[in-house]
């Protein structure tokens, strides 16, 4: 053992086992320690790639994770090498492991990965959207008054836009999108990576929205949406952008969001908005 420890973080499959690298096989045929988001998918994972892990396997999911982290740093700090898994894809990534690397490199513990599968570029990459800038935005907020405020907010980002979200959610979701973004914006919903029944169904907000109300799709959904178009360089008159910021206000925003939002999709400076709604 070295003096400190050593905590590796394991690009899981998403969902097929094919897709394990060497090194992630390495990794869990040598690790002292395994965390798991789940135990029993670990093993069944083990089993599949024919790795036998001779460390111990402990659980590490979100329910458990702010009490389990310090046990998990004491071993680092006692030489002990730490594999960290979740269920699929890179760990820290809308999924258990941030607080875990946090308080690692705050212990003076080394961190590195073993890389790979990830279900926000494969859906990107397959999304046929572009690719060269995006942002990765997790999941929504759960509740529909959060969750169209938030995309009020997003509205205007350029960058193509990666979410992930729950089935329970999915039509929602796509509703509230397709108001908030327009229903001509082009999406694509990936589900079940790799697995036995991906499907990638690539239409316009609208009647992706249309689609999923129909077809109710099931399993672990990524969902990518094309960035806002470019906005025309001649700058609006006043009359468009006082409409503008009434029309976000009678949707519930205050009047200073409302004038933030207009000026952003504008790309004009705040106080110019302001003094032209305040003229």
Not at 90 to 117: C, E, I, N
Not at 165 to 185: C, K, T, W, Y
Not at 249 to 267: K, M, N, P
């Amino acid at each position: 053992m070295s003096e400190l420890g050593r905590l590796v973080l394991l690009g899981a499959p998403l969902g097929n086992p094919a897709d394990a690298s060497a090194r992630f096989r390495e990794v869990l045929a040598a690790a002292d320690v395994v965390a798991a988001e789940d135990t029993r998918r670990l093993t069944r994972l083990a089993r599949d790639l024919d790795v036998t892990v001779p460390g111990r396997i402990v659980s590490y999911f979100e329910g458990n994770e702010e009490r389990r982290t310090p046990e998990l740093v004491e071993v680092l700090a006692a030489g002990y090498t730490v594999a960290l898994v979740t269920d699929g894809g890179m760990p820290s990534v809308s999924d258990p492991g941030y607080r875990l690397v946090r308080a690692a490199l705050d212990a003076g513990v080394p961190v590195t990965a073993a890389p790979g599968p990830s279900a926000v570029t494969t859906a990107l990459a397959l999304s046929g959207l572009p690719c060269d800038r995006f942002c990765f935005e997790g999941f929504l907020p759960r509740t529909p008054g959060a969750r169209r405020s938030r995309l009020r907010a997003l509205a205007a980002e350029d960058r193509t836009l990666v979410f992930f979200e729950a089935p329970h959610r999915i039509v929602g979701a796509l509703a509230d999108l397709a108001e908030a973004f327009g229903a001509d914006r082009p999406a694509a919903l990936c589900r079940e990576l790799t697995k036995t029944y991906e499907e990638v169904v690539r239409r316009p907000l609208g009647d992706l929205a249309e689609w999923a109300a129909e077809s109710d799709p099931r399993g672990e959904i990524t969902l990518v949406v094309a960035g806002a178009p470019a906005m025309p360089a001649v700058r609006p008159d006043d009359e468009t952008l006082r409409a503008a910021v009434a029309e976000r206000e009678a949707a519930g925003l205050s009047r200073r969001d409302a004038i933030t939002e207009v000026a952003t999709a504008y790309g004009l400076r705040r106080r110019e908005v302001y003094a032209v709604v305040h003229s």
